[in-house]
């Protein structure tokens, strides 16, 4: 363990006590959607056989498991997150695939990370939750050995992610936003949408050659439009207002909300699997100096 000496942030224990069976629910929906967004890049990225790799904020560690297998047995994969349940189901998926090359371990990234210790870092998805994000940027490149190489995935804007905003827009013409000092996961899943601001915050974290490349994906967010609304009512920026609301009067307008959500999951494309939305990520690559 990482914190083993540190007491968990309230941060970390939110997400392993209200998140984590929210997302645990949704596995099949997060998980199914994220890792489409790292299918075309995975292959295209610098990593070899041999190679020591940091997957930070790693969750069911999928793409962990996919890396490991790039590196080879004669590489080392580490899988990084503050969540119990999520590294538990990590650790049996890679048993279930023979893989001895990955660890998963819990850790708080911004807390501690391990130093000049690996010659990749990846996150998919991770990033955007931190509270200080440039101070745990800096310790993800000090994971780097000398001229190592670092790739994390985040959301684009809000309004490049139309089917989270409307979650969003739909539980707010409804419920009250969120107060300052709502239990959140965090700035939020759009923090690093923006280009320029987050170029600023990898380079004031010591990065250089910082490129973004943009991928659009579809999603699928329901496997039927019940799924759909559940799913948006639990979890992302939708799911923040009805949980910040209160049970009482958020149950009391349920009614409206899904009546309104429904009409939009409907006008989504639809196939055998469920219904599909668009959604749009950034690619973001730079370099630990050497
Ligand atoms: C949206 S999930 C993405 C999980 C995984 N990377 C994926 O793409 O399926 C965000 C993950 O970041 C983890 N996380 C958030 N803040 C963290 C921190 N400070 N340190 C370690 N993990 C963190 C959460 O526990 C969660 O597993």
Redesign the pocket.
């Known amino acids: 363990m990482l914190t083993d000496t540190i007491t968990d942030t309230d941060?970390?224990k939110f997400?392993n006590t209200v998140l984590e069976p929210k997302?645990t629910k949704y596995r099949h929906i997060?998980?199914g959607g994220?890792?489409r967004h790292?299918a075309a890049v995975l292959p295209n990225l610098p990593i070899r056989k041999g190679m020591s790799v940091l997957?930070?904020?790693?969750?069911?560690g999928?793409?962990s498991l996919q890396v490991a297998e790039v590196v080879g047995p004669g590489g080392r994969v580490v899988g990084?997150?503050?969540?119990d349940a999520?590294l538990q189901a990590a650790r049996k998926d890679a048993a279930a695939k023979g893989l001895t090359n990955v660890q998963f371990l819990r850790?708080?990234?911004?807390v501690a990370l391990p130093e000049n210790e690996f010659d990749y870092v990846i996150?998919?998805?991770?990033t955007m939750?931190?509270t200080n994000p440039v101070a745990?940027l800096r310790r993800m490149r000090k994971a780097l050995k000398p001229g190592g190489g670092m790739t994390h995935i985040v959301w684009r804007r809000r309004e490049d992610n139309p089917a989270w905003q409307a979650a969003k827009d739909i539980t707010l013409r409804y419920l009250p936003p969120p107060g300052a000092d709502a239990d959140t996961?965090?700035p939020g899943p759009f923090s690093m949408g923006n280009e320029e601001m987050t170029g600023i915050m990898m380079k004031s974290a010591g990065y250089e050659g910082v490129t973004f490349t943009r991928v659009d994906e579809k999603i699928m967010v329901g496997r039927t439009p019940e799924e759909c609304i559940a799913f948006a009512l639990a979890i992302g920026p939708g799911g923040e207002v009805f949980r910040e609301a209160g049970a009482e009067l958020a149950e009391a307008k349920r009614p409206e909300i899904e009546r309104e959500m429904r009409a939009f999951f409907e006008s989504e494309e639809r196939d055998e699997k469920g219904i599909w939305a668009p959604t749009s990520s950034w690619v973001i690559s730079a370099r630990n100096p050497g």
């Open positions: 941060f970390v997400w997302f997060l998980q994220l890792s790292s997957d930070v904020g790693c969750g069911w999928d793409m990084i997150d503050c969540v999520f850790g708080d990234a911004e996150a998919r998805f991770g939750f931190f745990a996961c965090g």
